[in-house]
């Protein structure tokens, strides 16, 4: 549905997206993360053909994203996202929806679905920060798109309207429409995602899904052992052979190994150490997400100043 | 085209929920009834005169007020969406930019004409009621042309708030460059005339001089309702110097050009413009 090839942007003589390719299919969930000013923003405004890149080609739903009325199939929720402020909900849904040439009759469930059916006749002005931002939401829905753009959508929302929001993303994905889901909110997306792009100053750092992303960054995977009997004596037998073996508490230990080895060590482990539990904790997205940042030298640099 | 009337209607649905519109039509009415029946009390006279007279005073108040209303109005048309964020949003919809512009100029050019002709529509109304002595095929022929070349004064003004709103990236510095422009063609222009008047003496050919008139559309709008009244007898200043010109339509003409033109600009400069 998306394809960025070679893509350069600049503003002004600063240059923020470098040589960058992207691609989402139907039925896809593209996380897109990064620092502040990494340039998740640009990309999607190249997509959403806001703006032109000035090397390389974007094609949006298999066009040009200039063209006018391919965009009735795409939704964008913009990070902070603004209505006019003396319009009423239901009446900023209803002009954007005739925009859209959606039916009206969407308007009043999509309120319903976002949870501001109360404050439906109340002036956006008075909204709340989350209030607008599912505003910004039920706009994006309009006209059931196939592509769905959403930079920063949880920023405001209570927990339960964020899962909601998740369960939605589910939903829109097994319906067949592509997603991209901007987000500094990295704990919970996991799960909603099918891949993950990580930039860093307008660089591609990775892209995969996690499973790929944590076999590039040989990231390590930690056993926790706990309720080890003799403890002491465990460590001193095995510290040759697994060096990253540490005691955690007076009756835990933690080995760090890898994807290969996971299981034969613990295999190993199992038949010659007593113990009463063995979590295995998987790196995270937040994990693989500090991983490759911080490979970024610029980063480094930044972060030594 | 239907994406148009759709951006039309909500700047059309805003003019009346802001009432925009009632003031501007309040403020048209009241301004030529008032004229209309007091314009002469300087003289020592009150009561309705006679429709030239009328006609001439409101022309060269409206000749003011008309570009400031219009200025007004339209000035932050593009600039505040956009410092609003909705302009984002608006571009993202199955819409272009030439939709979006065009869309709202109609819009506030539909509640200047609405203005205009329940405003000095109604002046006009008053007086083939409550005047004596009036010939009413006069009076409509009168305010017709003045509510006509009225609207089309004011869509150029339009016009010249939405260049210089597709242009500027700040509602303070286009509300700035509104009123410099207001300033310009309503104060200056004729000043700056006149000067050159004088100092050249006669220098330059007298052919060509009465065209600079058309430079400046309160200049078109002003020869537009004098000429057509009492043979220029009443006109002064610098405006005289179009008594020669050889026109009538193409005075018409003129403002339609000062319609068109800025708003060509306004769409060029939008199209450019960085979101
Ligand atoms: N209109 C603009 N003019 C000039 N520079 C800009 C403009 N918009 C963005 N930039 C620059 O482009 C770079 C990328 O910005 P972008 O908004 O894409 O970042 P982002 O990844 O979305 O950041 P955030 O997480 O803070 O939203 C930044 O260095 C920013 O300063
Ligand atoms: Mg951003």
Redesign the interface.
Known sequence: MIHLEGVSQYYGRHQVLHDLNLTLGEGEVLGLFGHNGAGKTTTI?LI?G??RPDRGNVLTLGRSPNQ?????Q?G?L?E???????LSGLETLR??A????APLTQVKSLLEQVGLSEAANQKVKTYSKGMRQRLGLA?ALLGEPRLLLLDEPTVGLDPIATADLYELVDGLRRQGAGIILCSHVLPGVEPHIDRAAILGHGRLRAEGSLGELRRQAQAPIRLRLSGVKHRDQCLERWKDQIPDMRPVNAHSLEIATDAQHKLELLKVLLTSIQVEDVDIHQPGLEDLYRYFIADDPAQIKETQQ | MS?IW??AQ?EVS?GL??RWLLAITMTFAILAIGIAWFGSAASGEIGFSNVETTIASLTSLASFLIPLIALLVAYDAIVGEDE???L?????????RMHLLIGKFCGHSIILGLAAVAGFGSAALAIVVFAEGVVVSEVLAAFGRFILSSTLLGWSFLALAYLVSALVTEKKRAAGLALSIWFLFVLVFDLALLALLTSTEGGMSPETLPWLLMLNPTDIYRLINLAAMNGFGGVSGALAIGADLPLTHGLWLGLAVWVAAPLLLAHVAFMRR??
């Open positions: 405004k959403l806001l703006l006018v009325d391919m965009r009735r795409i964008y913009p902070n996202v603004m209505f006019y402020p003396q002009y954007f005739r925009l859209k040439q706009q | 994406q759709r951006i909500k805003d929920r802001n609003g964020g909705t984002l949003l608006l571009l993202t919809y199955p819409l272009s960085a979101i």
